[in-house]
């Protein structure tokens, strides 16, 4: 008897792994808030879309908040995925937490370093941690989930990481591994930590800028002050990782040296950044999307901002290291969040910092 699972938010990320997972069979249940989102899936079931033109269509089984406890009358979840925005990951764990079974973990597959929240609910001995990186993903539409890239597998990318918080590959994390490589290539890693901060600064790069200047990736890119200072953001964070003592990973498909010295100014770094940013403006499809907080700020969502950004800003103190440019945009965006200011490239370009 295969394992039952539970996807806590289908939004982007949580439908496009999802839909794999059901597609192929597994015992898959969808809790989401979105009501409309719910009856369309119920109605049509899920489509999964790609730039490339590969698509599908799936039957899926969803439910809403208020029907979760139906979960109360049928077997218990074996494995539960939060994928929701990071300032609901308590109270969506509490939630599917009192479903699980005596063995069953949470896996928390979101942006952010959410593992924490987690384990305040359940414990640590029932969290695992999942990075989906460079997936490219949006929620378009209801009960449709559109992907602004190819599949990864086999061109040199793996989008999922799958980890322990200890760090050692144990048997759930193999069932893990195997569940989200139904979507696209995935390892296993021990590098939890190290994977989810290389991802947040990742995020800390692009995201902010998105929602803050209501540019699309390619135009932040293209844009050489922008530019810039997505590699200042990157640099702040990266220098806070390593004073936190963690293990960085390659991001955005650069030694992580190289963009931390690119933001502090260093002329041979950042023209190695310059050239590889700008060369995968220039791929076809490269950049044309809108990072997930851009998103959020067109759809009139909160941001994960302080989940980002401001983490890193708070983080910054903790280990006595200023952050004046992650500080800058988390105030920007949140003033452009309350609707103070109306999203606008020259909140980047216009700023001094010392």
Request: glycine share 10%; with cysteine; hydrophobic share 40%.
């Amino acid at each position: 008897m295969g394992s039952r699972i539970a996807i806590m938010g289908t939004g982007a990320v949580g439908a496009y792994a999802g839909g794999h997972m059901a597609a192929a069979g597994e015992d898959v249940t969808f809790l989401d808030p979105w009501p409309e989102h719910v009856e369309a899936m119920r109605a049509h079931g899920l489509r999964v879309s790609h730039i490339t033109g590969e698509e599908f269509t799936t039957k899926v089984r969803a439910l809403h908040l208020t029907d979760a406890q139906h979960l109360a009358k049928e077997p218990p979840i074996d494995i539960a995925f939060v994928c929701m925005k990071s300032y609901d990951t308590e109270w969506a764990t509490r939630l599917i937490a009192q479903y699980l079974a005596p063995d069953g973990f949470v896996v928390s597959l979101q942006n952010c370093m959410n593992e924490e929240t987690v384990a305040r609910v359940v414990g640590w001995g029932k969290v695992l941690g999942c990075i989906a990186s460079s997936i490219t993903v949006d929620l378009c539409e209801p009960a449709h989930v559109r992907r602004a890239a190819g599949k990864s597998r086999g061109k040199g990318h793996t989008v999922f990481r799958v980890g322990e918080v200890h760090g050692r590959i144990t048997d759930r994390a193999r069932a893990v591994l195997r569940l989200v490589d139904l979507a696209d290539e995935a390892l296993v890693t021990t590098n939890l930590w190290g994977e989810r901060w290389s991802k947040l600064v990742t995020n800390v790069m692009g995201n902010g800028i998105s929602a803050a200047t209501g540019m699309i990736t390619r135009d932040t890119l293209t844009n050489d002050a922008i530019r810039r200072f997505g590699a200042r953001l990157g640099s702040e964070a990266i220098r806070v990782g390593q004073a936190l003592g963690y293990d960085l990973e390659e991001i955005l498909h650069l030694d992580p040296e190289v963009i931390a010295r690119a933001g502090e100014g260093d002329a041979a770094a950042t023209a190695a950044y310059d050239q590889h940013r700008l060369a995968e403006a220039a791929k076809p499809g490269g950049g044309a999307h809108r990072p997930s907080m851009g998103q959020d700020m067109v759809k009139g969502r909160r941001t994960e901002i302080e989940f980002l950004n401001g983490f890193v800003v708070r983080k910054g103190e903790e280990v006595g290291l200023p952050t004046p440019a992650n500080a800058a945009l988390t105030e920007i965006v949140k003033k452009v969040e309350r609707g103070e200011l109306a999203p606008d490239p020259r909140h980047i370009i216009d700023l001094r910092l010392n």
